[in-house]
Nanobody, 127 residues
């Protein structure tokens, strides 16, 4: 099974930027979707951004639309999340995960249908 490792998190001030990376282990990896999620202490894991692997179509949660951008580099086995205009409410552990099979919905957001998961990377935004 594919393994994934997230990196690029850190401590930033409100209004700052970070770029997260997710490296996966399998050069032949071909999921239906790849997505970023986040989870703050005491809260449910929340969808952030996703990309259809074959078409490149992207979709976002309302809370990050216009501020975050998901992208991928197949040759480097890497998925990115560019995060701009960061807010304290963006503070969370960020995870990437695939959906391996085609979903009944075009834009799935439920974390239960994604996996496997990497260890995550912490993003902390100070006010």
């Amino acid at each position: 099974q594919v393994q994934l490792v997230e990196s690029g998190g850190g401590l930033v001030q409100a209004g700052g930027s970070l770029r997260l990376s997710c490296v996966y282990s399998d050069h032949s990896f071909n999921p239906n979707l790849m997505a970023w999620f986040r989870q703050a202490p005491g809260k449910e894991r929340e969808f952030v951004a996703g990309v259809h692997w074959s078409t490149g179509s992207k979709y976002y949660s309302d809370s990050v639309k216009g501020r975050f951008t998901i992208s991928s580099d197949i040759a480097k086995n890497t998925v990115y999340l560019e995060m701009n205009s960061l807010k304290p409410d963006d503070t969370a552990v960020y995870y990437c995960a695939p959906r391996l099979s085609r979903p009944p919905s075009l834009w799935p957001r439920d974390p239960g249908s994604f996996g496997p998961w990497g260890p995550g990377t912490q993003v902390t935004v100070s006010s």
